[in-house]
């Protein structure tokens, strides 16, 4: 047993030592089941789930909401490069820890120019730049009540001798402190000569008190994003454009994921942008993982034609069953350090805890996220159910959406995808929640408190399986009622 995958120690640990004391049952807690994982080599997330990047799942909504309850979403890429990066900057300006360049105004500036800012909070300095000398706050409590929005802000803003500021330079623990204290709605970071340095607002405490399990990068204190790359012409130019956004994780997107072009982009993005980490895939056997691994990735993407609305192993007579995928790459996988993602097949809890019970790091939902208010597009009803539209990336219908490159290649393209609808799942802030939930019951059944734990277990031979006949899949689902009705969380 490798005792660095554990927290805590044993019973026979723990009452066996000849130091331990009488121990009573407010002496001992037990630990709780962490379903923390790695997505990548270095990108830790809070919850081992990820929103696959189609246009009927992942846009900026859904990234948001997922990264807030511990997961990451991957940004599709059937649009135009400066709309998928605009996506980017939507989910890392939705939080902030320190903000760096606020928006600012001048004491000559009116309420009309601050109407057109449309914050709540506004830094006034002297020259009317972000780095000027603060000299007071205007907030949207300031003017409500104005008729006149002619009026310069130097009339009506606070002045600085009755703000309450930060001193730069100051610790976010720090400055969050101050603000809960001083009960404002934004606090000024100022240099000791009176220069602005940055602002923090309530609106992100807030995020933090309501999200705790948010994955957030440790430095600017923003919300992780993924987004996804097609493997072509025009791959370089849209990785250096999401790079610049402020990207974290790039996928590259394909079908068969071993390729010359594909090593090509994960070589190019290891060299060109180090910061941000590679996905590679997807692909089902060793042998095309290993041409990734060799190549760099840092995580991989694993599954072949297992998706709900994918017709790949029916047109293309190619793919694997998916847990024979994964449980095959994640052995050479756990060899380089990388983490698995199981790409495709995730429609219920129990088929995530399957997935990371053999090898799996990470599951990536899409149809299962589809249903779901974050998800893009609006509900429908169809005999008495709401739903929404789900299509394949690889059906006709995603090829007349988005990316104009795409229509022109629809004509010739072979569909290995269908569209169709799912039914309305609700919020991701309370679907999310359901899962994981499902996987902690899971493991406390499977005996192990985390997916390390499991990991070790799988490979020692210790976690066991069996196959189950027709009649066992039937006797272990609902069966021999004349209705019933299912309800995931209340």
Same mark, same amino acid.
């Given at each position: 047993?490798?005792?660095?995958?554990?927290?805590?120690?044993?019973?026979?640990?723990?009452?066996?030592?000849?130091?331990?004391?009488?121990?009573?049952?407010?002496?001992?807690?037990?630990?709780?089941?962490?379903?923390?994982?790695?997505?990548?080599?270095?990108?830790?997330?809070?919850?081992?789930?990820?929103?696959?990047?189609?246009?009927?799942?992942?846009?900026?909504?859904?990234?948001?909401?997922?990264?807030?309850?511990?997961?990451?979403?991957?940004?599709?890429?059937?649009?135009?490069?400066?709309?998928?990066?605009?996506?980017?900057?939507?989910?890392?300006?939705?939080?902030?820890?320190?903000?760096?360049?606020?928006?600012?105004?001048?004491?000559?500036?009116?309420?009309?120019?601050?109407?057109?800012?449309?914050?709540?909070?506004?830094?006034?300095?002297?020259?009317?730049?972000?780095?000027?000398?603060?000299?007071?706050?205007?907030?949207?409590?300031?003017?409500?009540?104005?008729?006149?929005?002619?009026?310069?802000?130097?009339?009506?803003?606070?002045?600085?001798?009755?703000?309450?500021?930060?001193?730069?330079?100051?610790?976010?623990?720090?400055?969050?402190?101050?603000?809960?204290?001083?009960?404002?709605?934004?606090?000024?970071?100022?240099?000791?000569?009176?220069?602005?340095?940055?602002?923090?607002?309530?609106?992100?405490?807030?995020?933090?008190?309501?999200?705790?399990?948010?994955?957030?990068?440790?430095?600017?204190?923003?919300?992780?994003?993924?987004?996804?790359?097609?493997?072509?012409?025009?791959?370089?130019?849209?990785?250096?454009?999401?790079?610049?956004?402020?990207?974290?994780?790039?996928?590259?997107?394909?079908?068969?994921?071993?390729?010359?072009?594909?090593?090509?982009?994960?070589?190019?993005?290891?060299?060109? %942008?180090?910061? +941000?980490? !590679?996905? *590679?895939?997807? /692909?089902?056997?060793?042998?095309?993982? &290993?041409? #990734?691994?060799?190549?760099?990735?840092?995580?991989?993407?694993?599954?072949?034609?297992?998706?709900?609305?994918?017709?790949?192993?029916?047109?293309?007579?190619?793919?694997?069953?998916?847990?024979?995928?994964?449980?095959?790459?994640?052995?050479?996988?756990?060899?380089?350090?990388?983490?698995?993602?199981?790409?495709?097949?995730?429609?219920?809890?129990?088929?995530?805890?399957?997935?990371?019970?053999?090898?799996?790091?990470?599951?990536?939902?899409?149809?299962?996220?589809?249903?779901?208010?974050?998800?893009?597009?609006?509900?429908?009803?169809?005999?008495?159910?709401?739903?929404?539209?789900?299509?394949?990336?690889?059906?006709?219908?995603?090829?007349?959406?988005?990316?104009?490159?795409?229509?022109?290649?629809?004509?010739? %393209?072979?569909? +290995?995808? !269908?569209? *169709?609808?799912? /039914?309305?799942?609700?919020?991701?802030? &309370?679907? #999310?929640?359901?899962?994981?939930?499902?996987?902690?019951?899971?493991?406390?059944?499977?005996?192990?408190?985390?997916?390390?734990?499991?990991?070790?277990?799988?490979?020692?031979?210790?976690?066991?399986?069996?196959?189950?006949?027709?009649?066992?899949?039937?006797?272990?689902?609902?069966?021999?009622?004349?209705?019933?009705?299912?309800?995931?969380?209340?």
């Amino acid at each position: 047993m490798d005792e660095s995958l554990y927290d805590g120690v044993s019973a026979q640990q723990l009452f066996c030592n000849k130091d331990s004391n009488g121990l009573t049952f407010d002496d001992v807690i037990s630990l709780d089941v962490d379903v923390a994982t790695n997505l990548t080599k270095s990108v830790k997330l809070s919850a081992p789930i990820v929103s696959s990047p189609m246009d009927t799942v992942t846009e900026a909504n859904m990234a948001i909401a997922i990264a807030l309850q511990g997961g990451l979403g991957f940004l599709h890429c059937n649009n135009s490069i400066e709309q998928q990066a605009e996506m980017v900057r939507a989910v890392k300006h939705y939080e902030n820890g320190f903000i760096p360049e606020p928006k600012v105004l001048g004491p000559t500036n009116t309420v009309v120019d601050l109407d057109e800012l449309k914050v709540s909070g506004v830094p006034i300095t002297e020259d009317g730049r972000p780095t000027g000398k603060l000299v007071g706050l205007v907030t949207s409590r300031d003017v409500d009540f104005i008729e006149d929005r002619s009026v310069s802000l130097s009339t009506i803003m606070v002045p600085l001798e009755q703000l309450v500021v930060g001193t730069f330079p100051i610790s976010l623990e720090k400055a969050n402190k101050v603000l809960k204290e001083a009960k404002k709605g934004t606090l000024p970071i100022v240099e000791v000569s009176g220069y602005l340095v940055s602002l923090i607002t309530r609106l992100d405490l807030l995020k933090h008190r309501d999200y705790p399990n948010a994955v957030r990068d440790p430095e600017t204190h923003k919300l992780l994003v993924g987004a996804a790359v097609s493997v072509n012409e025009q791959a370089k130019p849209r990785i250096d454009a999401l790079a610049a956004a402020g990207a974290d994780v790039i996928a590259l997107d394909a079908r068969q994921g071993d390729s010359a072009a594909q090593i090509e982009l994960v070589k190019y993005i290891k060299q060109t %942008h180090p910061s +941000v980490e !590679v996905v *590679g895939g997807n /692909v089902v056997t060793t042998k095309q993982l &290993k041409n #990734l691994l060799d190549a760099g990735v840092d995580g991989v993407r694993v599954g072949m034609g297992v998706g709900s609305v994918s017709t790949s192993q029916v047109v293309k007579a190619v793919g694997r069953a998916q847990l024979s995928a994964i449980y095959n790459t994640a052995l050479l996988a756990k060899d380089y350090g990388v983490p698995v993602i199981a790409d495709g097949g995730i429609g219920s809890p129990g088929a995530a805890i399957k997935a990371l019970s053999l090898g799996a790091s990470v599951v990536m939902m899409g149809s299962s996220l589809a249903g779901t208010a974050e998800a893009p597009g609006d509900y429908f009803f169809q005999d008495g159910m709401r739903l929404k539209h789900y299509y394949g990336s690889g059906s006709h219908e995603y090829y007349r959406h988005g990316d104009p490159a795409h229509a022109t290649a629809a004509a010739s %393209h072979v569909a +290995v995808g !269908v569209s *169709g609808a799912v /039914v309305d799942q609700g919020s991701v802030h &309370k679907y #999310l929640p359901y899962i994981q939930q499902s996987i902690r019951h899971g493991f406390q059944d499977l005996g192990v408190c985390s997916i390390p734990q499991l990991h070790t277990a799988l490979y020692k031979g210790e976690l066991r399986f069996e196959r189950r006949t027709v009649s066992a899949q039937k006797e272990g689902g609902v069966h021999d009622l004349f209705t019933y009705s299912k309800q995931l969380y209340a």
